[in-house]
């Protein structure tokens, strides 16, 4: 599944699509940015509450297919500007994080 069909599939808001077509391959939800850089394998969706600049610094060293921010997360100030310099994919939900991974799950 790409990261397309699932903003579509869920009806998760699209913050920053630079590149649609990335496949998912697996999902990992975390908040605690160190465990996540540990764990988090390239191309998965990392599920996260956290919404400041340095998830997109930890996605540029994970490369994960997207970020989803749950539970109603806007990002923070600059984040959108830093993920499409960086070419991070990033969506957000209304769900709760523990919806969201079931709606990964049902995918893959």
Known sequence: MTVKELANAFDYEILCLPDEAREIRGGYAGD???WV?????ADSAWVT???????IAVATLTD?????LSEGVSPDE?????AEQQGINLLSAKKTTFEVCADLASML
Do not use: F
């Not at 850089?37 to 394998?41: A, F, N, V, W």
């Not at 600059?78 to 830093?82: H, M, N, T």
């Open 64 to 68: 994960p297919s997207c970020i989803i």
């Open 78 to 82: 600059g984040v959108l500007a830093r």
């Open 37 to 41: 850089m540990g764990k988090l394998d």
């Open 49 to 55: 509450i956290m919404s400041n600049v340095n998830i």
């Open 32 to 34: 605690l940015l160190s």
